[in-house]
Nanobody, 118 residues
Framework: VQLQASGGGLVQPGGSLRLSCAASGTIVVIENMAWYRQAPGKQRESVAAVTLGGYTNYADSVKGRFTISRDNAKKTVYLQMNRLIPEDTAVYYC?????????????WGQGTLVTVSS
């Protein structure tokens, strides 16, 4: 199983970005999908998550600004980020709980850098 994240970049404060993360491999089902981020000098933190049934939860710092969604047919999770602030600057990582015919485990994408700066 491999996860490929994309969509990061440089954006001005108040702007928007949409991150995507697609899974590939022999996958039976993807249960939880999530986004984490790690800012320079800080620990990795949870940003948002979505269950197979569509239940979502968010870190307090992004509630009302970020939206997580998933497309099960495409094995993809998205993170729509609006009203970005400099404190959102970080490397964003996707995570998926994946069941294959042989195993069940958590997988991470390679990270995509989001920089919010004027």
């Amino acid at each position: 199983v491999q996860l490929q994240a994309s969509g990061g970049g440089l954006v001005q404060p108040g702007g928007s970005l949409r991150l995507s993360c697609a899974a590939s491999g022999t996958i039976v089902v993807i249960e939880n999908m999530a986004w984490y981020r790690q800012a320079p000098g800080k620990q990795r933190e949870s940003v948002a998550a979505v269950t197979l049934g569509g239940y979502t939860n968010y870190a307090d710092s992004v509630k009302g600004r970020f939206t997580i969604s998933r497309d099960n047919a495409k094995k993809t999770v998205y993170l729509q980020m609006n009203r970005l602030i400099p404190e959102d600057t970080a490397v964003y990582y996707c995570q998926m709980a994946v069941r294959t015919s042989l195993s069940y485990g958590t997988h991470w994408g390679q990270g995509t850098l989001v920089t919010v700066s004027s």
